[in-house]
């Protein structure tokens, strides 16, 4: 049986962030079709768009940054949990703070995950690959297939 492609949605400003990120995906065994968006109203909006549209399918995952422009990342994990139709898709927060404060508050907004961002390329592989095995090799996902 042929395994379909992984849909990940990657909420990142930095461009350099970007890159290293589907650099790394790169390497990754699981097919997986990335989509990147620079801001909080642009993911929201992409996943309520999604989700609307008959064929739509929700992000198996969305990798959330917390340094957005505009409105953060927190505020958007919010807004998504608070989003009955959104709320089951896992968000794992994927950001260079290690601030306890900012952990914690990802975990009262409902995030499944927090991972502080690598500081190197090896680094960036590293996270790629435990995400690759854990969310997409261990966990069961909901079906977003609509």
Not at 53 to 59: I, K
Not at 87 to 116: C, K, L
């Amino acid at each position: 049986m042929t395994r379909r492609a992984m849909n990940v949605l990657l909420v990142e400003d930095n461009a350099g962030d970007v890159l290293l990120f589907e650099e790394a995906l790169a390497s990754c065994r699981v097919s997986t079709d990335l989509v990147v968006a620079g801001d909080g109203p642009a993911a929201l909006g992409r996943l309520r768009s999604e989700y609307s549209r008959d064929d739509g399918v929700l992000p198996d995952l969305v990798l959330l940054d917390l340094n957005l422009p505009g409105m953060s990342g927190g505020e958007v994990l919010a807004e998504l949990k608070a989003d009955p139709e959104l709320r089951a898709t896992p968000v794992v927060i994927f950001t260079g703070s290690r601030a306890n404060e900012d952990i914690a508050d990802a975990y009262d907004h409902y995030a499944n995950s927090f991972i502080t961002k690598p500081a190197s390329f090896a680094g960036y592989e590293q996270v790629v690959r435990c995400i690759e095995e854990y969310w997409f090799g261990t966990t069961q996902l909901p079906e977003h297939q609509r």
